[in-house]
């Protein structure tokens, strides 16, 4: 799978970033603090793949957006196998993540890729952010990730272990990368702990959410017999119907989301009084990326990460 020339960044924006006639639904979200500061930072922390500067920095590297956003993302890991690649992202299937990192390593150095990434979200926050929220925002974040424990989280510890952004910008960055690695790694160990496998997460999920089967699970590379099976599937079971998710989908949903919150309770315990704070400066930086197309306009992207 070789990089698409026709993918710019022109056209991630037209389709990803751009304002609706009819709104999009927003999503009913559970209210923890674990969870609200999650998609608080959603915006800030991929701004190393969904903002212009770091696309065209891993595009001058031979990579297209999936590509460089699945090599960028992995490099925190070193040069892992496919399979560790497959294993830590959790949600994307197989055959297509294994096509498309293979393809990205052969086109780029990790050197090169992880400069892109860090070079271009720097750029890409530069206007929207300051010293002041370096001192509110990133140095608590910051200070609390390093005392939590790395037991079960590939992502987060590797992701750790890199070099610290020295600007302002990068280390707001880096900040928020690392809660997002750090609720990830939780919510697979979730999955995986519930006895639920990758196709019945992503339906799961993206009902959840209010999107349709196949509606997001598709850009995870899932085919139309696998989810045709596990709706079925699930119908049988009663976690769904009339293509929703009953009461009981949605309980069990609701219980992987409560075990991933839990997963994070000692990072919320590390940020004690400043998590309201930073989930209210956040929330503030990342309005303003969505409004400058930095980042998707649909409320049910931004929390399905």
């Known amino acids: 799978m070789g990089k698409d020339q026709s993918v710019s960044y022109e ?5 990803f970033m751009a304002t609706p006639e009819t709104p999009y639904p927003s999503p009913t979200l559970p209210t923890s603090a674990a969870r609200r500061l999650r998609d608080a930072v959603e915006p800030i922390a991929t701004q190393g793949w969904w903002s212009r500067p770091p696309s065209e920095r891993v595009e001058a590297l031979g990579l297209g957006f999936f590509d460089g956003y699945v090599w960028g993302r992995a490099a925190a890991l070193g040069t892992p196998t496919p399979a560790v690649v497959v294993a830590t992202f959790g949600v994307f299937d197989q055959t297509m993540l294994t096509a498309v990192y293979e393809q990205a390593i052969a086109a780029a150095s990790r050197d090169d890729v992880l400069a892109a990434r860090a070079d271009g979200a720097r750029e890409a926050l530069e206007p929207f952010v300051s010293a002041d929220d370096a001192a509110a ?3 608590p974040l910051l200070a609390a990730l390093d005392t939590v424990d790395g037991l079960g989280r590939p992502l987060f510890s590797a992701l750790r272990s890199l070099p610290r952004p020295e ?6 960055w880096r900040a928020a990368e690392l809660v997002r690695e750090h609720r990830g790694d ?3 160990a979730a999955v995986v702990a519930a006895g639920i496998d ?10 959840w959410l209010g999107f349709g089967v196949g509606e997001y699970s598709a850009t995870r590379g899932l085919g139309a017999d696998q989810l045709a099976s596990v709706t079925a599937r699930l119908e049988a079971q009663g976690l769904m119907a009339d293509g929703a998710l009953t009461p009981a989908g949605r309980a069990l949903r609701d219980d992987i989301e409560s075990a991933t919150d839990r997963s994070q309770q000692q990072l919320i315990d590390a940020l004690g009084d400043t998590v309201e704070p930073i989930i209210e400066r956040a929330d503030a930086i990342s309005a303003q990326l969505v409004a400058a197309r930095s980042f998707p306009t649909d409320p049910r992207k931004r929390a399905a990460g």
Not at 167 to 172: A, E, I, L
Not at 198 to 207: D, K, M, R
């Open 11 to 15: 056209l991630i924006q037209s389709i």
């Open 167 to 172: 600007s302002v910008p990068g280390r707001v």
């Open 198 to 207: 990758l196709v019945t997460i992503n339906v799961l999920t993206e009902l």
């Open 186 to 188: 939780g919510h697979v």
């Open 137 to 139: 925002l990133a140095d």
